[in-house]
């Protein structure tokens, strides 16, 4: 490629929006629009505790969802946290405590290390698990009976599922991208709880 072309694309690259810059083209009420990866609808699994489980009733929601997989093989799946990470604070927090010179310092910060380490054990099943759907080319009137199947089937199957609305999509957006949520309600434009007022 020639230097001519890679100013170009850094160029390109510099005006693409944020939405171009991740992909995210739209958010809809039940999907998240993007630039040429088609439209992807999310289910989000509630987490079975497989501490208390025995062995026996692992097996039976292994298979569970393997029909579940059998039936539909669109799906893909994902694990993200669904809460803020603290692993970039503690690494700074501890590079820190590494180089302070100061005892009463040096105690603060490890103060703060610990502080954080509660944080995430208390955090530690703060995962989210999602069943993903990605369409391309259905017809609109065939989307909506398509979803239900899909979210039966994983009912039928003992799973607790529900489709991730417009607000979940955000969030789940917010923490995959910023690793931080603080705000109850997202925006979808940045400003707009400063022009459009709450009904």
Known sequence: MNRKKKDEKKEAAKRAS????????EITDYSLVTYGQGELVYFIVQPTNVA?????????????LMTVLKGVAEIEMLC????ESFE???QFLRSRIKKEENPAVRKLLEKDLNYLDRIQVQMATAREFLIL???QGEKETEVFPYLSRIEKSLKEQGFSVKRAD???IKRILAVYYEQNV???KFEDYDGERWIIPDD
């Open 133 to 135: 759907i990605r369409l």
């Open 182 to 184: 603080t705000t109850e």
């Open 166 to 168: 417009k607000e979940d």
């Open 88 to 90: 970039d604070n503690k």
């Open 52 to 64: 208390v489980l025995s062995a026996e009733s692992i097996r039976v929601r292994i298979y569970a």
């Open 18 to 25: 944020t939405r171009e810059f991740i992909g995210a083209k």
């Open 80 to 83: 993200l946290n669904s809460r």
